[in-house]
Each structure stands twice: as C-alpha cells, then as structure tokens.
C-alpha cells in the first residue's frame, strides 16, 4: 500500500523582479490573506492582482480555515518571505511505502513538481534529501537519471534502543545536502526490508524536505 502525505518544501525565487516588485502586502483592492496566510505581491489571488501566471494563488474557501495554493502547481502554500528572503514554502506529496514485496529489491520511484521555465528553485540552502526507513537506501537523479545524490540507512542493532528521535544520522534516518539549481527531480528508493513490520516507525520514504522539518517528520512521519 502507498500512503501519500505532504510535506513541506522551501522554494528560492531567482527572479530579478524581486527586489524592485516585492512588496510586503498585496496590491491595493486585492485579497492580503487566505485564511491566517499572507499573500504579498508580487503573488496575488485574482486577476490584475498577482505580477505573472507564476505568481497566481488560488484560495480555497471551501477549507476550515480557507489555504491557499500556487495555482499553476497546485501546490498548497504554507508562508511566503518573499522581501526577506526571497523564499516560499509549499507542499509536496510524499509517497510512503508500506509494503515490501519480499523479493529483496523492490525500486520504488518518484517525481517531484516540474518547476522548468518557472521563477522557482528548490532551495540548496533550505532543503535536505531525506531517505527514511529500515535498510533504505535513495538515489536523488536530474530528468535524464543522472545521480546527483545518495544516502541510505540501516536498522538499529539487534538488542539496541532506538535512536533519539531527532536523529538522522543513518540508522532509520538519512539525509544530506543537494544541489543548487534543481527544478526536477526524480528519487529511486531500493529497500530489502519492510520498515514497518521492522519495529520501525519511519516508513519508507526518500523526497526533499525543508531542514527545519526534519526532526518533525521523524517524530511524525504522518502527521
Ligand atoms: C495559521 O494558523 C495555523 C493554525 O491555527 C497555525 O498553525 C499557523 O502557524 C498560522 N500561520 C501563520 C502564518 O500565522
Ligand atoms: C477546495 O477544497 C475542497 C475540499 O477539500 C475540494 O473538494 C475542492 O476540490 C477544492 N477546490 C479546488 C478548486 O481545488
Ligand atoms: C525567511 O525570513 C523569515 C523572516 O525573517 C524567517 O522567519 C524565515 O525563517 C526565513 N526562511 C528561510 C527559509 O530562511
Ligand atoms: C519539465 O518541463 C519542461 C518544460 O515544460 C519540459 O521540457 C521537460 O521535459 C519537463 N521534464 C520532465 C522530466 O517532465
Ligand atoms: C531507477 O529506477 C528505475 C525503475 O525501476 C530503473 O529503471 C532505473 O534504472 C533506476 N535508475 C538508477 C540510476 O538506478
Ligand atoms: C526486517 O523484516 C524482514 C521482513 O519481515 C525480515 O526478513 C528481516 O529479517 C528484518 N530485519 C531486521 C534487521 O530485523
């Protein structure tokens, strides 16, 4: 069975309009909040309200309270800190992997947002490859499979107590820093065991996450 949750994952802002256009509220006669969310330009909801396509949120007021989304990603959108930091954090599907299929060497693949030819990177600064789960191990490749990083964990000794849960040194847990520049990528996420029935409770999992989310999400993985 495959779980999907989101987990939250900072984008960088190259473009060049920042400085000059970013304002710390929206533009006058437009919407500055969805739900407790500040929308600052150059990001806005509705039109004449937001600088291109790129920056369109899309509100959802059907939610309790109402979240916004980058509209042309459809992705949920947790803060923006564009004047500070140039910086938006938004969420990601994740995908756990419960079962393990027995055979020794199950491949399990997957692929980010496509952020090609948009004025969003994933952060090297902000985000680390996390590779959850027991006898894990992940390859972080570019759209032509090209391996731009690895990392891998092992279970605890056998009669070992399990590692504090802020620890992602390895066992259960790995991570480690990524390129600069990614707009895409895939991960390829080999297991020979299932970390589930292995007195784990890090399932199997290998996506970029925001650093700072790190230790919550290996005391949370599903919340
Ligand atoms: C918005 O509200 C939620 C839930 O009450 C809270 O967790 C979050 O920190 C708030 N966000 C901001 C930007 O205030
Ligand atoms: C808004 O959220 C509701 C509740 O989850 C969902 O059913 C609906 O499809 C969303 N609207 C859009 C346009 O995504
Ligand atoms: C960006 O700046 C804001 C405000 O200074 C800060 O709260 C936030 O943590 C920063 N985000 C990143 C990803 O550096
Ligand atoms: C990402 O988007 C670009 C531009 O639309 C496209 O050329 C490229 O093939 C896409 N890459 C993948 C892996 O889908
Ligand atoms: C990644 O996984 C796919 C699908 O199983 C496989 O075809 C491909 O060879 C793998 N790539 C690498 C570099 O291991
Ligand atoms: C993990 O679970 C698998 C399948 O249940 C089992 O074969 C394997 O021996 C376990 N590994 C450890 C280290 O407990």
Redesign the pocket.
């Known amino acids: 069975m495959v779980v999907e949750l989101t987990i939250w994952v900072c984008l960088w802002m190259t473009a060049s309009i920042s400085k000059a256009t970013a304002q710390s509220i929206a533009k006058p006669n437009c919407q500055a909040f969805c739900g407790n969310i500040s929308i600052p330009y150059p990001f806005g909801i509705g039109e004449n309200c937001y600088h291109d396509i790129w920056y369109e949120i899309f509100c959802n007021s059907s939610l309790s309270p109402p979240r916004p989304f980058l509209s042309r990603f459809s992705l949920e959108v947790e803060q923006i800190n564009f004047e500070d930091n140039q910086t938006l954090t938004v969420g990601i599907p994740m995908q756990l992997w419960e079962v393990w299929s027995g055979t020794g060497r199950d491949v399990m693949q997957g692929?980010s947002p496509?952020l090609?030819?948009s004025p969003f990177l994933f952060s090297s600064k902000d985000n680390v490859f996390l590779v959850g789960g027991c006898t894990g191990s992940a390859l972080l490749l570019d759209?032509g499979n090209r391996i731009l990083a690895w990392c891998a964990t092992i279970c605890p000794q056998q009669g070992s107590s399990m590692p504090s849960s802020e620890n992602c040194y390895g066992v259960l847990c790995c991570q480690t820093i990524i390129p600069s520049s990614l707009?895409?990528y895939?991960t390829n996420f080999t297991t020979s065991s299932n970390s589930y029935e292995n007195s784990s409770n890090i399932p199997n999992s290998a996506a970029l996450i925001e650093s700072n989310s790190v230790s919550k999400f290996i005391q949370n993985p599903t919340k």
Do not use: D, E, Q
Request: glycine share 12%; aromatic share 12%; hydrophobic share 25%.
């Open positions: 692929n496509n090609t030819g759209s707009v895409f895939r």
